[in-house]
């Protein structure tokens, strides 16, 4: 269910000179305000769970994600070469399974990599703070990868809904409303963090066994539904 000719083209598009910059640009940040604030505060466990929880896994990982969940197809379908893939002996759910997995990759390098290395810088992992919010940002990127690659199978405007989703649902709404978090891929993914960190320095209003059904059926199901409707614009394109 991998195809590694998809693959390449997919991290060609993914890694080109215009997206690797944006992709490097939020790592860089998060690396510089981590520097700064152990400079100005020395190492402190609550800061450090702060920063990461703050920027981190509530900014620079749905970021990330809305960047390479939506650019694995969104930029094909949009500009019509999906047809050319589509044309391929290649199964449609190899062709989704597959971008789902460059997706991750992505995702995970740009997000979950520079949270550890923060992490270090800011508190050299006291009370598991870097390791804790690094698990949390790797099960992040699985299920955002998921969600943001069907909605670039579902909407040309994918992007702007993925920020919106990432900036004012989660960042916004998920900050002020109780009710929101529950439906928050970040609050499923602290709940996982919660519990490798030292106690109550992270806390989810979600239990973590709600959490892993939520993070796991939400990856399975926005997989398979972008798995059928790739194969409905098939049909589509082929009449």
């Known amino acids: 269910m991998y195809n590694p000719t998809v693959a390449r083209l997919t991290y060609r598009a993914l890694l080109g000179r215009r997206r690797a910059a944006i992709l490097f640009v939020l790592p860089g940040l998060l690396l510089l305000i981590a520097a700064a604030v152990r400079g100005f505060n020395g190492a402190d466990d609550q800061i450090a769970a702060d920063v990461l929880g703050g920027f981190a896994l509530a900014t620079m990982v749905p970021l990330i994600g809305v960047i390479a969940g939506t650019g694995a197809i969104g930029p094909e ?19 989704i399974l597959t971008k789902f997995t460059v997706a991750v990759a992505v995702t995970m390098v740009f997000s979950a990599v520079p949270t550890f290395l923060a992490g270090m810088i800011l508190n050299g992992n006291g009370q598991q703070v870097a390791v804790a919010y690094t698990i949390a940002a790797l099960v992040a990127s699985i299920a955002y990868s998921a969600l943001f690659l069907l909605l670039g199978t579902v909407s040309r405007h ?3 809904i993925g920020l919106v989703y990432a900036l004012v649902w989660e960042a916004l709404f998920g900050s002020l409303i109780a009710g929101a ?51 409905a614009l098939t049909l589509a394109g082929e009449e």
């Open 77 to 95: 379908i949009d500009d019509g070469s999906i047809v050319y893939l589509l044309a391929k002996p290649v199964k449609r759910p190899t062709i």
């Open 158 to 160: 994918a992007v702007v």
């Open 181 to 231: 978090r529950t439906l928050s891929v970040q609050q499923w993914a602290l709940a996982v963090a919660e519990k490798v960190s030292g106690e109550g320095l992270v806390t989810s209003d979600v239990g973590l066994p709600v959490a892993t059904v939520l993070l796991a059926g939400v990856t399975v199901a926005a997989t398979w539904y972008a798995g059928r409707k790739l194969r």
